[in-house]
């Protein structure tokens, strides 16, 4: 496409955008199922998948195909208009969880906004003006705008974005008497990430989660699921909280925040609600201009109907055991691997090396991954992945640990 060489393209961009990340020393060119390839021609198999965003790998038929029919037709409208596309692809999000109302955004920062406003309004109706604090758990993640920004605990290292919003109070993650020392007359919310991501891949024990909705539905307070990364098929169910059980079945969230996989690389977010809380968000108090526009819902329909299509949710479970398993052996055999942890596609590896260095080494192996906390290899494949492929990412590990050792 471009007459431009690679270095060129990434000296010119470090020119004229942000520099909110460092470049790679590679230019991205396309990507065919698991697959990305680079302006050289390399190829890499792809278990970042845009951090767990491509859920049916890259260029996939049928996405490709309704973008094309759907553009044709139309891309835009006010949302105060209905659109069979928005309708389809809601009716799908209420079918197939707990919840009744949903509010379509364009990302997940923007669903976790949403949430909160909507958590809040239910709250100050519900419980008083001065009901609007909020819990939420240290080393979690939910997003850059200030709202979302407000409840992750980054906050504390940037104090450069202050004031943020007030009333937010942070427990320890898998600990249900740190939340409820926090607990109070005016606390509004709980929000929490089923698995954390950017925390390190640490998944949540059910009986945390049961307790967290014991101690909502004693208060009265919301309880919301972050499942932007974990939902949408990536821990082998359609929502993330359908993955915890104890003996009285799956938590249900009240709300819950919905990004990444639904759109498998196109823009769409969705928060999903409970009907008590959803309709806290009556009208004028919330909107969005592209929001549930009817080209991001035909590709999120078309995306949400291939997870929930027959085999597809038990293809991800057999690939996550697989892949642990290998790791385990890797583990066994390089004594270089310190931890495993994670749920679904969603595994994080700790090892003994610097991460950026095990990251570029494997990337010179040919194999994209992702950084997770301070130090964790973060695995997030497309949802796709066939076991050929998982066990040539096993290969590429177990190689490029020895060549670092």
Same mark, same amino acid.
């Given at each position: 496409?471009?007459?431009?060489?690679?270095?060129?393209?990434?000296?010119? #961009?470090? *020119?004229? @955008? &942000?520099?909110?990340?460092?470049?790679?020393?590679?230019?991205?060119?396309?990507?065919?199922?698991?697959?990305?390839?680079?302006?050289? !021609?390399?190829?890499?198999?792809?278990?970042?998948? +845009? /951090?767990?965003?491509?859920s049916?790998?890259?260029?996939?038929?049928?996405?490709?195909?309704?973008? #094309?029919?759907?553009?044709k037709?139309?891309?835009?409208?006010?949302?105060?208009?209905? #659109?069979?596309?928005?309708?389809?692809?809601a009716? %799908?999000?209420?079918?197939?969880?707990?919840?009744?109302?949903?509010?379509?955004?364009?990302?997940g920062?923007e669903?976790?906004?949403?949430?909160?406003?909507?958590?809040?309004?239910?709250?100050?109706?519900?419980?008083g003006?001065?009901?609007h604090?909020?819990?939420?758990?240290?080393?979690?993640?939910?997003?850059? #705008?200030?709202?979302?920004?407000?409840?992750t605990?980054?906050?504390?290292?940037?104090?450069?974005?202050?004031?943020?919003?007030?009333g937010?109070?942070?427990?320890?993650?898998?600990?249900?008497?740190?939340?409820?020392?926090?607990?109070?007359? *005016?606390?509004?919310? /709980?929000?929490?990430?089923?698995v954390?991501?950017?925390?390190?891949?640490?998944?949540? *024990?059910?009986?945390?989660?049961?307790? @967290?909705?014991?101690?909502?539905?004693?208060?009265?307070?919301?309880?919301?699921?972050?499942?932007? $990364?974990?939902?949408? =098929?990536?821990? !082998?169910?359609?929502?993330?909280?359908?993955?915890?059980?104890?003996?009285? +079945?799956?938590?249900?969230?009240?709300i819950?925040?919905?990004?990444k !996989?639904? =759109?498998s690389?196109?823009?769409?977010?969705?928060? &999903?609600?409970?009907?008590?809380?959803?309709e806290?968000?009556?009208?004028?108090?919330?909107g969005t201009?592209?929001? +549930? *526009?009817?080209?991001?819902?035909?590709?999120?329909?078309?995306?949400?109907?291939?997870?929930l299509?027959?085999?597809?949710?038990?293809?991800v479970n057999?690939?996550?055991?697989h892949?642990?398993?290998?790791?385990?052996?890797? $583990?066994?055999?390089?004594?270089?691997?310190?931890?495993?942890? +994670?749920?679904?596609?969603m /595994?994080?590896?700790?090892?003994?090396?610097?991460?950026?260095?095990?990251?570029?080494?494997? $990337?010179?192996?040919?194999?994209?991954?992702?950084?997770?906390?301070?130090?964790?290899?973060?695995?997030?494949?497309?949802? %796709?992945?066939?076991?050929?492929?998982?066990?040539?990412?096993l290969?590429?590990?177990?190689?490029?640990?020895k060549?670092?050792?």
């Amino acid at each position: 496409m471009s007459k431009k060489t690679p270095q060129e393209i990434i000296e010119q #961009t470090e *020119n004229v @955008l &942000v520099k909110t990340y460092n470049l790679q020393p590679v230019v991205m060119d396309h990507g065919k199922g698991c697959y990305s390839y680079d302006s050289a !021609g390399k190829k890499y198999l792809d278990f970042a998948a +845009g /951090i767990a965003v491509a859920s049916l790998g890259h260029a996939h038929p049928k996405i490709v195909k309704t973008i #094309t029919s759907q553009t044709k037709r139309l891309m835009a409208c006010q949302a105060s208009f209905a #659109t069979a596309e928005r309708l389809e692809a809601a009716q %799908i999000l209420v079918d197939n969880g707990c919840f009744d109302l949903v509010y379509f955004s364009n990302s997940g920062t923007e669903s976790v906004e949403a949430a909160l406003k909507c958590a809040r309004k239910w709250a100050y109706d519900k419980k008083g003006k001065n009901c609007h604090e909020i819990i939420a758990f240290k080393n979690a993640f939910h997003g850059r #705008t200030y709202g979302s920004a407000s409840v992750t605990s980054k906050r504390e290292t940037q104090p450069f974005f202050a004031p943020y919003l007030d009333g937010v109070h942070f427990a320890e993650f898998n600990n249900p008497l740190s939340v409820e020392s926090l607990i109070n007359d *005016n606390t509004a919310a /709980i929000i929490v990430e089923p698995v954390q991501g950017e925390g390190g891949l640490v998944p949540a *024990n059910p009986f945390f989660l049961k307790d @967290l909705r014991r101690m909502c539905d004693k208060h009265n307070i919301c309880l919301r699921f972050d499942e932007i $990364q974990a939902g949408m =098929g990536r821990l !082998g169910t359609f929502y993330a909280y359908q993955s915890f059980e104890t003996d009285d +079945g799956a938590i249900e969230p009240d709300i819950a925040c919905l990004a990444k !996989g639904m =759109g498998s690389g196109f823009p769409v977010g969705a928060m &999903v609600a409970k009907r008590e809380f959803g309709e806290a968000l009556s009208l004028g108090t919330h909107g969005t201009t592209y929001g +549930g *526009n009817p080209l991001s819902c035909a590709v999120a329909a078309t995306v949400t109907k291939e997870i929930l299509s027959d085999g597809f949710l038990d293809h991800v479970n057999k690939i996550s055991e697989h892949l642990v398993d290998g790791l385990r052996k890797i $583990q066994c055999s390089s004594n270089k691997i310190t931890d495993i942890r +994670g749920k679904g596609l969603m /595994i994080g590896v700790d090892t003994e090396f610097d991460i950026k260095v095990l990251l570029k080494k494997l $990337q010179d192996n040919g194999f994209m991954a992702t950084q997770a906390g301070k130090s964790t290899l973060r695995l997030t494949p497309p949802l %796709i992945v066939s076991l050929e492929e998982a066990d040539e990412a096993l290969a590429i590990i177990d190689k490029t640990l020895k060549e670092l050792s």
